[in-house]
Every structure is written in C-alpha cells, then in structure tokens.
C-alpha cells in the first residue's frame, strides 16, 4: 500500500515512533543484497519528502556498501514489521560523519529507542533521503 511522503497519516507516522527493531537493505559491489537488523529513525519533516537515519559504525559492511555506490549515494530500504503492520521507507543514501548530523542521529535514536547509545568516536549516520514509502499501519 503506497504512502504519500508529502503528508503521510498520522498511525503510519505513529508506527515509526513505537520501538521497534528495523532492517536495513542495502546493496553489496556484486550485486547481492545485504540485509542486516538495525535502528532506524523517521523524520517526515525533513527535506521535500523525509529523511530516515540509521546510525552504525564508520567501518561496517552496510557503511561500505553506501560508499561504493559514489557521490549520488545508494539506493537503499528500510522495514520494520509489528504482527500485521508493516512499513518500508525507500531511497537514496550518504553517509554522514559531520558531529552535529552524529549528535542529532544519536539523539532521535535515544528518543525512538529509549536509551542512548555508548560514546563510540567511528559512529556516522547513513541518512536516507526519501522516495517511496509503503505499509499497513
């Protein structure tokens, strides 16, 4: 079920501030997909049509794949599933390494997920730009 990112309902926007662990996809040199459990966070406020953030180590397997995909970032999915509910926000990425983009990452991460996380000096952001969103919340 397609989701308008300009102005999405609020229980699907509710659903992506509950806790919950997400997945990520992104896509290996080869070609292959690599799916791998993370948390993610949903800003529908940000940019034209939203900005979802996963924040991870500088150097994991998903921050590579990222950067092998060249300036223009990668196109990448996140999902989360709760029962019947489920949702997926598509787009492009980038990594981020600048502090102030790290603190803010950091601090809707504490928000959704209701910790903080250890200090940790490798942390970035992978910030999704929007371009599709689907689901059933």
Same mark, same amino acid.
């Given at each position: !079920?397609? %989701?308008?990112?300009?102005?999405?309902?609020?229980?699907?926007?509710?659903?992506?501030?509950?806790?919950? !662990?997400?997945?990520?996809? /992104?896509?290996?040199?080869? *070609? +292959?997909?690599? =799916?791998?459990?993370? *948390?993610?966070?949903?800003?529908?406020e940000? *940019?034209?049509?939203? %900005?979802?953030? =996963?924040?991870? #180590?500088?150097?994991?397997?998903?921050?590579? #794949? =990222?950067?092998?995909?060249?300036?223009? @970032? &990668?196109?990448?999915?996140?999902?989360?599933?709760?029962? @019947?509910?489920?949702? +997926?926000?598509?787009?492009?990425? =980038?990594?981020?390494?600048?502090?102030?983009?790290?603190?803010?990452?950091?601090?809707?991460? &504490?928000?959704?997920? *209701?910790? /903080?996380?250890?200090?940790?000096?490798?942390?970035?952001?992978?910030?999704i730009?929007? /371009?599709?969103? !689907?689901?059933?919340?």
């Amino acid at each position: !079920m397609a %989701i308008d990112l300009r102005d999405p309902d609020e229980s699907y926007v509710s659903f992506w501030r509950e806790r919950h !662990m997400c997945t990520l996809t /992104t896509i290996r040199p080869d *070609g +292959t997909p690599h =799916v791998v459990a993370v *948390g993610v966070t949903f800003d529908p406020e940000g *940019g034209p049509k939203g %900005i979802a953030r =996963v924040i991870t #180590n500088k150097h994991s397997r998903k921050v590579a #794949n =990222v950067l092998a995909a060249g300036p223009e @970032g &990668a196109r990448v999915a996140v999902c989360q599933v709760d029962a @019947g509910r489920w949702a +997926t926000l598509e787009g492009r990425a =980038v990594i981020r390494t600048e502090p102030e983009a790290v603190a803010d990452a950091v601090a809707r991460y &504490a928000d959704r997920y *209701g910790r /903080t996380p250890t200090p940790n000096p490798d942390r970035v952001v992978i910030e999704i730009t929007l /371009t599709r969103a !689907m689901g059933r919340a």
